[in-house]
């Protein structure tokens, strides 16, 4: 007859009880007899809000008897009996000096906070090797998804050739509906406010800020470099029209707001260890995996040279799919305490690596312009792509406006993206010409 299995406990004290701050110690609770099962018993001994009513509130409806509610973070890091803090509310103040502080106290640390861990993350995971702790963040990058473990721990032989990341709810939600319904950019955008997927000032997603920070955590783990967001090239999807959509689809690609790593392309130019950093909507083949990941799904495609492909696929938000990320977390980081491993597990970012300037990168591009309704405007057109040696693979008429203009869509064969300002730059000056309505870039073979 075997012995009962001895049940060995952790205390966690959470900062934040916003939705994935409840979703978390709502899973913890509802789940504590599996996680005991599979770990240690974990117990939520304080909890750090604002709100007190409201804390206690919802302790008292998850029954948890042993939790008390606090609005001072510094109950939770002088508390020598917690030994894990889960930091849930977001941005950079004061977030950073609630999770410095009880990494100098010793105590690991979970979060989901993708602001800190893209701006700060070198500094904290120093802090936490010094102190001996862990700082794990699993859920700061697609939620639920366990993409950031699986870079640091079952591809860390691999070299990476290329991630690429649909990981922003929001924009992926506004692109799809202007797929599948014909809408323009405006109506999308106010019904996934409506529905509560875009905030009420939507910037951080439309314009890929949120998307970037995510991707200098990714790029950050994969090339074992200090990645900060400010060093990711950013575009939003603000300008993207039905047009495009319709155009894209007609050519067989499907447009998304992409998040992109990779090496640095070999030229005579390019810095040796150099890798590519972006955010911006990019035209996919619809063969392609990603092209597939509609509404709100989160999906990231990683290439490594052991690998091969594979694509990671789930909800990139909400508050149990992210308490799952969170959990997952505390529970690694309970194990790593019991087995006396405790900050053993961090990342060190040893890499210099230099982040290329978006004009150092090389795409192929769709054009559309608007044009003059007369001869030789193609030939003008061409001569100002060859003067910047860009070669074109196609060329399509498709409009004739009762305004007198003609629009004209290119697609061009890959080119450095130096060249190709220098193209528009060029159009722009020529009297044919009446805009560049729209530049994005097209995923090549």
Known sequence: MQNAKTVRRVNVGLIGLGTVGGGTLQLLAQNSRLIADRASEIVVKRVCNLDIPYTEAKIAELGLTETTATSDYHDLVNDPEIDIVIELIGGIHPALEMVKAALSAGKSVVTANKDLVASHGAELFQLAAENKADFLFEASVAGGIPILKALKDSLAANNIVEIMGIVNGTTNYILSQMSHTGADFQPCLQRAQELGYAEANPTNDIEGFDAARKMAILASIAYNANITEDMVYVEGITKISKFDIDYAAQLGYVIKLVGLARPGADS????????????????????????????????VFVEGDALGQSMFYGRGAGSLPTASAVAGDVIAAARHILNGTKGGYGLRLFAQRQVLPIGECYNKFYIRLMVQDKPKVLAQIAEAFAASDISLDSVIQKRVMDSGLAEIVLITHQVKEANLQEAVERLHRLSCVDCVASLIRVKGE
Do not use: G, R
């Open 268 to 299: 005579e130019t390019t810095a040796e260890n150099s890798v590519e950093v972006c955010v911006y909507p990019l035209m996919i083949p619809l063969a392609h995996p990603l092209a597939a990941v509609n509404d709100v799904f989160n999906a």
